[in-house]
């Protein structure tokens, strides 16, 4: 459940709009990600932004708080009924 995360960002209310949350969707140009992590540590993985934390760069870094971000992945489940083959009149 932790593998094939993927992150993206849009300007504030975009992703919605766009349909992001839509399973149709194309995530291929989203980058890959770790989960558990947080959207820095990402970007930093990614090469994206520089240490936040290190010498001057926060400056630099700014605009990722600026921007909404969004995390998908894909689950694979065995489909199977709700209820047992019993409780169905």
């Avoid at 149709?24 to 890959?32: A, K, L, V």
């Avoid at 994206?48 to 630099?60: L, S």
């Avoid at 921007?67 to 065995?78: G, H, L, N, T, V």
Wanted: aromatic content about 14%; charged content about 25%.
């Amino acid at each position: 459940m932790l593998d094939n995360w993927k992150l993206e960002d849009f300007a504030p209310g975009e992703g919605i709009k766009l349909g992001a949350n839509t399973e149709w969707f194309d995530t291929g140009d989203w980058i890959d990600v770790t989960v558990p992590g947080d959207v820095h540590q990402a970007l930093m993985a990614a090469r994206r932004i520089p240490d936040p934390f290190y010498n001057r760069n926060e400056p630099e870094c700014a605009w990722v708080e600026e921007q909404e971000w969004w995390y998908r992945s894909q689950f694979k489940y065995r489909q199977a009924p709700l209820q047992p083959e019993s409780a169905v009149p």
